[in-house]
């Protein structure tokens, strides 16, 4: 299959374009978009065959939800089986935007997207182009991100083709996703509710909304997963990717380089001079200066780690940022890219 890529404005979206996407989605086919937060993989969320098209590019576990997208909040409505007052202060509040609420499915939804389970997650994303798909699709739009199971979401149609090429009909290219990280997903199934992937959306500004949530961050063991992102072991790099607290990181990137390892570190909080007396007169360093201010650090991960694997990394160090609740999104993310399991993977 060849995959191809039409560039498309992120604020006028072309019509055309995206009437012929629309079309794709509705004849079962799938089609890679932008959001805010990543590049999504699309599919017609009623068609259980379209779904299963995303998990077979993907190589995605059928163990795995897929967010659903929508429109709007009374689209939201129409494929849940209840929707609380909760649900519609949230929507009111954040929707457009990176905000993933997980309710009780209606029939319309397949199995086959909530992985077996009897609830899905929801969202409305804020990008222009992908509102306009949903929209000129008129169908929700089951969406994951668009990249190989297990490996760094992609926030450019350069990382979906990198990862997708040749699996996938059809990218819709409108430049980097500004976000960075995949949206919170909020589960209002329980009482009080409970955030299941932490993301853009803290829980700080959603108990303003509707009240105090659970807030232990332990992942129970449950017969089915209510949201995406709760593998052990996602978001990964192709190159082993090591963790560090300040300033143990320059120890081991100075370790790796002299044994000759071809090394990114993802710096944090170093001065530029002093990260040059770190890696002076050693093997090759790939150096990402990581920002202090968290939402921008969220904006640029993904891309440094696609970045380090396309230079050639064979190991990644990367700095651990504070335990403070902004940052949380992005540790989580850090803790399961470097996430080795028994077979040292």
């Avoid at 089951?142 to 199971?149: E, H, K, L, M």
């Amino acid at each position: 299959m060849e995959t191809e890529v039409i560039k498309v404005n992120p604020l006028a979206p072309d019509e055309a374009v995206i009437s012929r996407a629309a079309e794709l989605i509705r004849g079962g086919g799938l089609v890679a978009f932008p959001t805010e937060t990543v590049y999504g993989l699309g599919a017609n969320a009623l068609d259980s065959a379209a779904v299963q098209k995303i998990f077979e590019a993907k190589g995605r576990p059928a163990t795995n939800p897929l967010i659903v997208h929508v429109s709007d909040s009374e689209s939201a409505r129409q494929i849940v089986a209840e929707w609380p007052e909760s649900a519609q202060r949230l929507a009111d509040r954040f929707w457009p935007g990176p905000l993933t609420l997980v309710l009780h499915r209606s029939e319309q939804i397949p199995r086959s997207v909530t992985a077996g389970g009897d609830t899905v997650g929801i969202r409305v994303p804020r990008h222009p182009v992908a509102l306009a798909l949903l929209r000129s699709a008129a169908v929700p739009i089951a969406a994951p991100s668009a990249n190989r199971s297990s490996r760094v979401s992609p926030t450019s149609a350069e990382h979906v083709i990198r990862s997708l090429g040749g699996r996938i009909p059809l990218v819709l290219d409108s430049g980097r996703a500004l976000g960075g990280l995949e949206s919170t997903v909020l589960d209002l199934t329980e009482s009080p509710a409970r955030i299941l992937r932490p993301g853009l959306v803290t829980a700080t500004s959603i108990e303003e909304i509707i009240g105090s949530l659970a807030r232990s961050q332990d992942e129970r063991a449950t017969a089915v997963n209510r949201s995406p992102g709760m593998m052990q072991k996602h978001y990964a790099p192709l190159a082993r990717l090591t963790l560090a607290l300040p300033p143990d990181d320059e120890r081991l990137v100075r370790e790796a380089c002299e044994r000759g390892t071809r090394v990114g570190w993802l710096s944090l909080g170093v001065a530029r001079e002093h990260v040059d007396g770190v890696v002076s007169g050693c093997g090759p360093v790939g150096v990402h200066h990581m920002p202090e201010d968290a939402r921008e650090y969220a904006s640029r991960l993904y891309s440094s780690l696609h970045d380090l694997d396309q230079w050639g990394a064979e190991e990644i160090i990367a700095a651990l940022p504070p335990e403070s609740e902004e940052w949380l999104a992005i540790r989580d993310r850090l803790m399961r890219a470097a996430y080795r399991g028994n077979d040292g993977s």
